[in-house]
């Protein structure tokens, strides 16, 4: 496999783990832009491991997964006390603190980053992708995802039904956190060197944009999202300024022309059912309702 | 020494004001946190270096740079808010957002990504008073800043625009029913919005006399802070957010240093939001903004 080939393939299984760890809270109706900072606890944290621990780098990544769940746990109950545009600032404040925080910390490189000895390959990179979108997809399966999309649809109405919204809230923000904070580590151990720069509010927003272009209302949207927003612009590496306006101006002409997303719970119906569904096009209208 | 910061500071606080001025009209209207006002900034900034770079006359320059960035503002308004209004809350931000994008490669394209000086129109006209350097520039920005946002204020309660303006804020379905050509008044709130942003860019220019296409972010991210601090909504809370923000961040690094700016200015968000998140003068619906 070409070099090139490769350095895509690990640039798109970490883009889907981040879009998947963006992908839980959004399902439970939170726009967290605050993702980067939780990437960063787990890339820190598990480099930290297998630089002075030896540890081997899967249980580091893990481990840094479960300090970044730790972290959004602690944080999650003052967090999520607010709602619509001041979750999502107080997410994104959480963010650039994380990062500032990092950056202040000479143990672990501050400014001048930090160099991972640990490595982990292309295998393990695109098998903990893959295991990311198997487990979310079969959680979404469970009673956690229905009350979920429930609390998503309408948190007043999930609430009446008995559905313990704040925690389910507080576990989506978490097991998403944790989730970015795998990414982190896969991408600690597969470049070699992290600096707090690279963890910023852009990487937040970009991860946010994969998944609502991909749609929320499917497992599937983040992965379809994470996919085509990574390998389209490789077709237009000529030139790297240009390649960023081509995706900006996709993006909005997206959201013009299909606000939902690329994907649909409609249409994933209609892919796998026995019969055509009447109502299919019903059900795109639940966007509306998102937030 | 002391005093002197306290001068930086209010300079500082003035470019924030009026970042801050133009989202809080955007979400106080609108209820659209438009993230594509620090790319406004930019432009502002941007653009009058260029033409100044050119030979371009300085009234000139700014003309051009408000004119670019009022147009920049329509382009946004017809994308964002006007086509998308009825769709999902998250729509108008994630377009907005991806305007920052193109906004920003755009620049890159154009002009590169290095830092450039803007040419130092005032050359040495400081003024020196009780021992403190007042640049005039500096003193111009206050004055206009203050004034501006002073103009705004009684337009919105005094004019036959301002009470179709707070119509819209308090319902846009009434609004249209009174006769309230909406979007020609959003049209316009976006023009103000975009020349407010890129005239702040111009005063950051001209003081710091230094530009570049990524100078929005951090402005823009401060301003947002600022903002919240201030009372979302509350163009008066924006002066008030602007100048704690400038203070925060000035006695940051007086006393902790420029690394630590992040985490006071960030902090100061969270704490906020937590305590008080309607900010310290609430503005005019903060309980309707849920995105």
Known sequence: MSGYLQAVLVLLAINVVFAYGAYLPLAAGQLNIGLAGFAAIGAYTSAYLSNQFALHPLIAILLGAILSGLVALAVAVPVLRTRGIYLALATFALGQIIRAAILNLEFIGGAAGYPVTGFVGLPMVLGLAFAVVVIVSLLFGTRFGIAVRAVQDDERVADLMGVEVRGFQIAAFTLGAMIAGIGGGLYAHQFGYIEAQYFNVGLSITIVLYVILGGIQTTMGPLIGATVFTLLPELLRESASWRYVAFAAGVIVLMAMRPQGLLTRGQLRQLFAWRHVHGSTHDDGLAGHVA | ?291
């Open chain 2, 1 to 291: 020494m002391f005093a002197q910061q306290i001068v930086n500071a209010v300079m500082l606080g003035s470019v924030y004001a009026m970042v801050a001025v133009a989202l809080t009209l955007s979400i106080g209207v609108l209820n659209f946190l438009n993230f594509s006002i620090p790319g406004l900034f930019m432009i502002g900034g941007m653009m009058v270096w260029a033409l100044a770079h050119a030979g371009v006359p300085l009234p000139l320059a700014m003309a051009g740079a408000l004119a670019l960035a009022a147009a920049a503002s329509l382009v946004v308004e017809r994308f964002t808010w006007r086509w998308m209004r009825t769709a999902s809350p998250f729509v108008p931000l994630v377009s907005s957002m991806a305007f920052l994008l193109l906004f920003e490669h755009l620049a890159i394209a154009y002009w590169g990504s290095d830092m450039r000086v803007m040419p130092d129109a005032f050359a040495s006209a400081n003024w020196r008073f009780a021992g403190l350097v007042i640049g005039v520039p500096q003193l111009v920005g206050l004055v206009c800043s203050v004034g501006l946002i002073g103009a705004l204020s009684l337009l919105l309660k005094r004019t036959r625009f301002g009470r179709a303006l707070r119509t819209i804020a308090e319902d846009s379905e009434t609004a249209l029913m009174l006769g309230v050509d909406i979007n020609r008044v959003v049209a316009v709130v976006f023009v103000v919005a975009g020349l407010f942003a890129a005239f702040a860019g111009i005063l950051f220019a001209l003081n710091y006399r230094q530009v570049h296409p990524f100078m929005g972010e951090a402005v823009g991210l401060k301003a947002i802070s600022a903002m919240i601090v201030g009372g979302m909504g509350n163009i008066w809370g924006s002066i008030v957010g602007g100048l704690i923000i400038g203070l925060t961040e000035v006695f940051a690094i007086l006393y902790f240093g420029a690394d630590f700016v992040d985490i006071a200015v960030f902090g100061l968000l969270l704490f906020i939001l937590f305590v008080r998140p309607a900010g310290l003068l609430p503005g005019m619906q903060t309980a309707r903004a849920g995105i």
